[in-house]
């Protein structure tokens, strides 16, 4: 097929259409730094979707549950190995994410006959001294997007735009403390929530204003049979690992 | 792609292949990772050096103590480290912390000591994260017992021997009852729980005596004592060993040297600063000769 172009692209826009399908549906994951550090937070029906790669390092996606185990455990490896060999300082998200994760995404995703990886990847970095936090996402096609205080990812392009804006007219700033990070992280996964629900069309139109009260309403649809979870990365924590999930009375605070 | 970071570039295809093999039926087992990766663990001396049989003394200069007080375990090292007879350092380490409720003390061989920690440390990280639970007490105990059986042909080799001791706290213990618990290794890696104290190391048959006694005989029995009087106890216990053992420092007055000490509780492990140890360094002189 690779001496064919027309075919390989072709059948390169299935792979992204089949991908694309299978991912819209999927639970959005918000990311957004605090004065205290990084959270990452979504609302999941049992499966965990917040995990802890290394001591500054934590993992969010979503896609097929299988897939996203494979790459945790890639990444998880790589670091640990990494952080033992040299030392768990020299552990850092730009060389984990352009030496290992992009290219294997890539790879998989171009050839054609095998299989792809049906996900969206977010990585959060808690800066050491010196270093500003950081937020990746890493698309299944390998493309690799750097954000510093808020960042999303959802089933579509046009649901993590929607969500975007809704953080980028919300947002007062990354001063912010936890409550207020996961309030409006739950504000913004609800919009996401709403997008996907649309349809395609419906989604991309300039109709996209989701109001407070329909926010929470679509919140507390979510959390009959969902769950809220949430794992931050604190400066203020003791020790090395700086990672910990919250409890459900932490969360529960937060909660209008 | 250029090869700036050895491991990192070769890691993914060979996870490739050592997922086909390992991460289907994942066991969060470091040493295994370790070992895929061809980390040298073990250090092959030529064949002629090796046989030395069962007359190797392991060479294990130094005094390290742990005891069960009222809110956990308390566990402390001098800091002297020695080379035959002579002392090459006095700031050694010996008390290390492995994670936020385990603490291993070593004696021996501080190369392999220090690997030994090092590999428990990052194991027990590596099994939280990539099995989303800490790994059990049970689980602990045995990982250590692992890493000391492998390194018994060092041991025998005469350069690798290493022996110590484990503290940890056990969560799951009821709120009104003591968690600490303190694990003595063999050579071997068999585990024994020691109840109320332990100690390893060249000094310590100077004072095992001493602890069994305060521990039967004593006005305040070791397990009801509290942090303060733990400390006390443990510098005189070290100032003991410093006395009759040479690998094993005393307390060092000018250069401000003080042992380690650190006490494992509910709350975690933590460090006995350096000024609450002077203050109770004065507190464990004989009336008279407080300084």
């Known amino acids: 097929m690779r001496d064919e172009p027309y075919r390989w692209i072709e059948a390169i826009q299935d792979r992204r259409d089949y991908i694309e399908d299978q991912l819209r549906v999927g639970s959005p994951v918000v990311g957004l730094t605090y004065d205290d550090g990084m959270v990452l937070l979504t609302i999941g029906r049992g499966q965990r979707k917040i995990f802890e790669v290394h001591d500054r390092i934590a993992l969010s996606a979503i896609g097929h549950p299988a897939d996203i185990e494979r790459l945790r455990m890639l990444v998880t490896d790589t670091a640990s190995v990494q952080g033992f060999q040299n030392a768990t300082e020299d552990v850092n998200l730009h060389r984990l994410t352009n030496f290992v994760l992009a290219h294997t995404f890539k790879q998989a995703f171009e050839s054609i006959v095998g299989e792809a990886y049906i996900i969206k990847m977010l990585l959060a970095e808690l800066g050491s001294t010196g270093d500003k936090n950081r937020f990746t996402c890493i698309n299944y096609d390998g493309n690799v997007r750097t954000d510093m205080t808020s960042t999303v990812i959802g089933g579509t392009e046009v649901i993590e735009t929607g969500m975007q804006n809704y953080l980028a007219t919300a947002s007062t700033g990354s001063d912010r403390d936890l409550t207020a990070a996961l309030q409006l992280g739950l504000e913004a996964w609800a919009v996401g929530r709403e997008l996907s629900s649309r349809e395609p069309e419906e989604a991309e139109s300039e109709e996209t204003q989701v109001d407070t009260v329909q926010m929470h309403e679509i919140i507390n649809v979510a959390r009959e049979d969902g769950e809220i979870e949430a794992g931050v990365l604190e400066t203020t924590q003791r020790g090395a690992s700086k990672f910990r999930l919250l409890t459900s009375q932490e969360i529960e605070t937060a909660l209008p | ?291």
């Open chain 2, 1 to 291: 792609m250029s090869d700036n970071g050895n491991f990192l570039n070769r890691m993914r295809t060979e996870h490739e292949a050592f997922a086909l093999k390992e991460v289907m039926n994942h066991k969060g087992d470091f040493l295994n990772l370790l070992k895929h990766t061809n980390y040298p663990l073990k250090i092959d001396l030529p064949s002629e050096k090796t046989q030395h049989g069962a007359d190797i003394e392991i060479a294990h200069s130094t005094t390290v103590v742990a005891v069960r007080y009222r809110d956990g375990v308390m566990i402390a090292g001098d800091r002297r480290a020695t080379a035959g007879t002579s002392v090459i350092y006095d700031r050694a380490e010996k008390v290390l912390q492995i994670d936020r409720h385990s603490v291993l003390a070593i004696s021996g061989s501080p190369a392999i000591a220090y690997e030994i920690a090092r590999i428990l440390e990052h194991s027990f990280q590596y099994f939280r994260r990539s099995q989303l639970q800490e790994l059990s007490l049970e689980g602990k105990l045995r990982m250590l017992s692992r890493l000391i059986r492998e390194n018994l042909p060092m041991a025998l080799q005469g350069i690798g021997g290493v022996i110590p001791i484990f503290a940890l706290y056990d969560l799951n213990a009821a709120d009104d009852e003591n968690g600490g618990k303190i694990f003595f290794y063999d050579a071997l890696g068999a585990h024994f729980e020691n109840v109320n104290f332990a100690t390893t190391g060249s000094g310590s048959i100077w004072i095992r005596g001493v602890l069994r006694y305060l521990s039967r005989f004593g006005d305040t029995p070791l397990q009801e004592m509290d942090v303060r009087q733990a400390t006390v106890t443990i510098l005189r216990l070290l100032d003991t060993a410093s006395e009759y053992d040479a690998a094993t420092s005393g307390y060092n007055a000018r250069a401000q040297i003080f042992p380690n000490v650190k006490t494992v509780t509910r709350t975690g492990v933590e460090d006995i600063a350096d000024d609450e140890l002077e203050t109770c360094y004065a507190e464990a002189q004989p009336d008279g000769e407080a300084s």
